[in-house]
């Protein structure tokens, strides 16, 4: 089976620089698509970023210029580098990824299990 595992999460001031690591595994034979998404207490699940197999990337407009993600192709893994880090950040971060198990067939999606980034002031 397919398995996302986050790390990288932890307390930081206001300010502050956090980054944050998603490593892939299990039976993937091409990754379409990996993201960041975050959920804070009372608060829906939110989008902060994603990139595709080509690089391509796209942010939520409360994070741009401040976070950037990356994905490394030879080891599975996706980073979200996160700078300038405000209060307003707080919250569990999870890794989301698109991928195909087979060369045919629809995309599958997996979801990591969360990390918490808290963010004082």
């Known amino acids: 089976q397919v398995q996302l595992v986050e790390s990288g999460g932890g307390l930081v001031q206001a300010g502050g620089s956090l980054r944050l690591s998603c490593a892939a595994s299990?039976?993937?034979?091409?990754?379409?698509?990996m993201g960041w998404y975050r959920q804070a207490p009372g608060k829906q699940r939110e989008l902060v970023a994603t990139?595709?197999?080509?690089?391509?990337?796209s942010y939520a407009d409360s994070i741009k210029g401040r976070f950037t993600i990356s994905r490394d192709i030879a080891k599975d893994t996706a980073s979200l580098h996160m700078d300038r880090l405000r209060p307003e950040d707080t919250a569990v971060y999870y890794c989301?990824?698109?991928?195909?198990?087979?060369?045919?067939?629809?995309?599958?999606?997996?979801w990591g299990q969360g990390t918490q980034v808290t963010v004082s002031s």
């Open positions: 299990g039976s993937i034979h091409v990754i379409n698509a």
């Open positions: 989301y990824m698109n991928y195909q198990k087979y060369s045919v067939g629809p995309p599958s999606g997996s």
């Open positions: 990139i595709d197999r080509d690089g391509s990337t």
